[in-house]
């Protein structure tokens, strides 16, 4: 039997990439402003109510990721006069450190802190060029980055790590290139670059998984399977090894981005 879901809306204007507090109390996500404003970090809690603007400055803040403590956030700032960079600051708005070079060709997203909270996983373009993007693995500062995957791997904008912190989830392949069908899928990888599997192995272009998180008992990876030649899309879970693979929730018209498994109840 499948496992049934319920959806709701916490929020009623545009928001992207949640990311869930270490409480479960909490959501960051990334808000769109109107008007092609920008956008902004904001919180909300878990059962809806207000939205709170965390990043009210003049750059556009997006990706936030809590630290396991629940008291910091790293995120993505650009569009500020200076190259993409990431950030990390308190929950409150204050105490902003930025995580990457001044000076640096490459742009970087995703940042995401592991359980232990001493490192941080982030997204790394090679100097802006398309589809060319790793993941990178460095200390929660910032500092001795590594990557993990060459950039031809196309890393999509969405990676987590295992609760045991042994392990990422990410997307290989994310975009179709050079005009070929997208052949997107859910890979995995030790978190010192071991161990790399890649569990979907969609080929041929009708169908493309996309890495959500995974769950808190580190037993089953959430992931978005899409049907290239309709648009539509289900939210699916499995083992980290492919196999026992269900199907969580689907409705016409779904577009699920940046899926985040919540935090243990």
């Known amino acids: 039997m499948r496992p049934q879901a319920r959806c709701r809306r916490r929020t009623a204007s545009d928001a992207t990439q949640p990311d869930w507090s270490p409480d479960g109390r909490t959501i960051a996500f990334e808000h769109d402003l109107p008007d092609d404003a920008g956008a902004e970090i ?17 750059c556009v803040n997006g990706q936030p990721a809590f630290s396991p403590d629940g008291e910091r956030l790293a995120y993505e700032s650009y569009d500020c006069g200076t190259d993409d960079a990431l950030y990390s600051r308190d929950v409150n708005g204050k105490a902003m450190d930025r ?28 100097n802006g ?35 045991s912190g042994r392990q990422l989830v990410f997307t290989k392949n994310a975009d179709p290139i050079k005009g070929g069908p997208l052949e997107a899928d859910v890979a995995v990888i030790g978190a010192d670059g071991s ?33 290239n030649q309709t ?6 879970r499995m ?18 981005r940046g899926i985040d498994w919540g935090a243990p109840s």
């Open 231 to 236: 648009g539509r899309s289900a939210i699916w």
């Open 129 to 163: 060029i398309e589809f060319q993007q790793a993941l990178v693995v460095a200390r929660a500062d910032g500092s001795h980055p590594r990557r993990m995957t060459p950039y031809s791997f196309d890393v999509g904008i969405k990676q987590a790590w295992s609760p």
């Open 239 to 256: 083992w980290p090894d492919g196999s026992h693979r269900q199907m969580i929730f689907e409705r016409e018209g779904l577009r699920a």
């Open 195 to 227: 161990g790399l599997r890649v569990p979907t192995h969609y080929r041929g272009g009708r169908l493309s998984a996309f890495a959500g998180s995974y769950s808190p008992n580190g037993r089953w990876i959430v992931y978005r399977l899409q049907n």
């Open 42 to 58: 904001a919180l909300v809690g878990s059962n809806g109510g207000p939205v709170t603007p965390l990043s009210k400055d003049v």
């Open 99 to 126: 995580l990457t070079p001044v000076a640096s060709p490459d742009g970087y997203t995703d940042p995401n802190y592991s359980p232990d909270g001493r490192r941080l996983s982030y997204v790394e373009y090679k």
